[in-house]
């Protein structure tokens, strides 16, 4: 038996930042995201022998241990290892050794959610092949808490919430852990026309979310007025992305993501940088409308808002800083498990 599951990444559209606490817990946060038609890919093989091998095929690297309750954490496959150790701590050891590859159709540090989609797609095949408990809720706290809690890694909640439950969603975080995850149901037309005028640029660079985030956090404890009221008005700009989407007011998203890209610069410093300025400048001199750093910031992924057949300009005027576009489309499906 093969044990396989996938868990879509996600583009943010409005709110980013404001799922990390200590702001969601202090003032409550909201965002919206939709889960798109790249994934990251688990397969759980079992084994005879009481071995564990864990490959993570995009990263090319492997490791391999004897079959036993807790893998070391050291800096390498960290995640997945992480994982295990929560799952055989809270359920018990695994049937049989086993061998767990993974991939994910995003780098790692591109602003998508990988990091956190990885461990619910993870957690999933675990799922499948051990028959765990786990309704929706249950799966994307428990990976919330493998990845911010056990493993230490900084970040928020919202990626793990959408690889799990998949399509459109207006999501609002309180303290104690709270998330509603409020599903969209938005026109086919509206949704097409956001596909065709939403153009996924990678910039060709990576960044450290940990250490933006950490930074975004401190500035919130530190009670720093200019960061708490970024966060305000991103948490605003959630509010008013939702309301365009529903009404199919859909030439007003540029603006909205122009006025949250103006804002999340305020929140910490490394949000931006030159490069990026520069590449938001250029796109809205070729007919962009607005846009945004998806994730942390600092670097990977970049949307713009193109209204009309604007997307062809805006594609040709930011060739020159040797980045990709990525088709895709918006997926309705969040994490799907499945054993052949």
């Not at 991939?103 to 998508?112: E, I, K, M, T, Y």
């Not at 493998?146 to 309180?174: P, S, W």
Request: aromatic letters at 10%; charged letters at 25%; proline letters at 3%.
């Amino acid at each position: 038996m093969t044990i396989r599951s996938r868990a879509p990444l996600r583009i943010g559209l409005a709110g980013g930042g404001t799922d990390v606490s200590p702001y969601s817990d202090l003032y409550g946060g909201a965002i919206l995201n939709a889960t798109i038609s790249l994934y990251a890919h688990a397969t759980i093989e079992p084994l005879k022998e009481n071995k564990i091998i864990i490959h993570a095929a995009d990263r090319k690297e492997t490791q391999q241990f004897d079959l036993q309750e807790k893998l070391p954490i050291d800096g390498t496959l960290d995640l997945a290892k992480g994982i295990y150790n929560r799952v055989v701590r809270d359920y018990g050891l695994t049937p049989s050794g086993f061998k767990l590859t993974t991939q994910v159709d995003a780098p790692a540090g591109s602003g998508l959610g990988t990091s956190s989609t990885l461990v619910v797609a993870i957690l999933g095949a675990f799922a499948e092949w051990m028959k765990l408990p786990l309704g929706d809720y249950d799966a994307a706290h428990l990976s919330y808490q493998i990845e911010r809690e056990d493993l230490k890694m900084a970040g928020g909640k919202q990626d793990q919430y959408a690889a799990t439950f998949g399509g459109v969603n207006f999501m609002e975080f309180y303290a104690e852990d709270k998330v509603i995850v409020n599903p969209l149901r938005i026109r086919t037309e509206y949704l097409y026309e956001l596909e065709h005028n939403l153009l996924l640029f990678y910039t060709a660079t990576s960044r450290n979310s940990a250490t933006i985030i950490e930074t975004q956090s401190k500035n919130v404890a530190d009670k720093k007025t200019n960061s708490i009221e970024a966060m305000h008005q991103l948490k605003e700009q959630a509010r008013m992305m939702k309301e365009a989407l529903l009404k199919g007011q859909i030439d007003e998203i540029g603006t909205i993501l122009d006025f949250g890209f103006r804002h999340k610069k305020e929140m910490a410093s490394g949000i931006s940088n030159p490069l990026i300025d520069d590449i938001y400048e250029t796109a809205l001199k070729a007919g962009a409308s607005g846009g945004k750093i998806s994730g942390a910031g600092g670097g990977g992924f970049m949307t713009f808002y193109c209204p009309g057949t604007n997307r062809y300009d805006v594609i040709d005027a930011l060739k020159k800083f040797g980045g990709s576009f990525h088709d895709y489309r918006i997926v309705e499906q969040g994490l799907f498990t499945w054993n052949k």
